[in-house]
């Protein structure tokens, strides 16, 4: 049982993941049906076991985290949208707000998007979205040294542009997406092929996951939330970096990491998307995902130092102090 502590603390990220998604489960279940229970608790599960063989296997974390992408990506857009019929994408939220329904996007804003941010941050779309998976695979291989930056105006105009087109559609078109199987499908292949389409030739002109960067409504919305987020890309080994930069060039978000460990802090860019493409890149093993920084560690020598810094101090105050009297 002495170990018992020491092997949760190993693992607490996993157990934390499933507990967050098993509860979701049931909470969507009490709701809905048992079947959003077996779908948060699949992915929950999933993500899970990739935690656990991250920790047992480090180097193939990304090997691990793209499986576990593309798996649960794969599986939401294949079984969920295409079979069920089911709309994920955002404009999907005022079509089903103007019918007075709720179905995916809704219940993937509540969840991804305002519940799970201040466990994980945007890691949602570094392990479970489908377009992000695309992206991940089809990123260009050499960083742009000028990236197109990410504007609020553009960001929050492109979510507002959204919002207008739906409840337009919803109101004025002939069907309501949300009320016909048929147009609600014809939406959900043209959107995800438009989302791939400009995602994909703004990365060649803009940098890396650009759609992601710079337009996606979904993190605009939980971005305001990543921030405080429990768990964050976190300096360990902090003394260990050489500023190679290394963890920069790795990240496709371009998210200054190296600055963060200099200044001893956890990444709190509110664009982070937990790809800890930054931890795989350090051949030091400076980063690792946490929920705090470590204690400042003090080794023996430390101490002692400390130790006679202290006395001598004391001594010297000592010595001040007599002075006067030494002169009587």
């Not at 409840?167 to 092929?193: C, D, H, K, Y």
């Not at 992601?212 to 429990?230: E, M, V």
């Not at 990491?257 to 956890?266: E, F, I, N, P, T």
């Amino acid at each position: 049982m002495r170990h018992l502590p020491a092997f949760l603390n190993k693992y607490k990220i996993a157990i934390y993941t499933l507990f967050i998604f098993s509860m979701i489960g049931i909470v969507a279940m009490l709701y809905r049906d048992i079947r959003y229970f077996f779908l948060f608790f699949g992915i929950g599960l999933l993500d899970s076991i990739s935690r656990i063989l991250v920790v047992r296997y480090p180097k193939l974390l990304q090997f691990f985290r793209l499986t576990l992408l593309v798996l649960i990506g794969a599986s939401l857009f294949t079984g969920i949208c295409l079979i069920i019929g089911v709309n994920f994408q955002f404009i999907e939220i005022f079509f089903d707000l103007s019918a007075w329904v709720v179905t995916g996007a809704l219940i993937q804003l509540i969840v991804a998007r305002l519940i799970l941010p201040f466990f994980a941050g945007n890691a949602f779309c570094s392990r479970a979205c489908w377009n992000g998976a695309f992206f991940e695979f089809t990123n260009p291989k050499k960083k742009k040294m000028n990236p197109k930056k990410r504007s609020p105006l553009l960001a929050w105009g492109y979510l507002l542009f959204l919002v207008v087109l739906g409840f337009t559609v919803a109101f004025l078109s002939p069907v309501n997406p949300a009320e016909n199987q048929e147009v609600r499908m014809w939406w959900i292949i043209g959107e995800n092929i438009l989302i791939i389409f400009v995602g994909f030739f703004l990365s060649i002109s803009w940098g890396s996951r650009a759609y992601c960067r710079t337009l996606c409504p979904f993190i605009t919305i939980s971005s305001l939330i990543a921030p405080y987020s429990l768990l964050k890309i976190t300096p360990v080994a902090a003394d260990q970096c050489t500023s190679c930069n290394a963890c920069n060039n790795a990240c496709p978000m371009y998210i200054d990491v190296l600055q963060a460990v200099k200044d001893r802090k956890r990444v709190n860019d509110s664009m982070c998307i937990l790809c800890e493409r930054c931890v795989s890149s350090c051949k030091l093993n400076v980063l690792k995902v946490a929920t705090k920084m470590p204690k400042p560690h003090y080794n023996q020598e430390t101490k002692l130092s400390s130790k006679r810094i202290e006395f001598t101090y004391l001594n010297f105050t000592n010595d001040e102090a007599n002075a006067p009297n030494k002169l009587l």
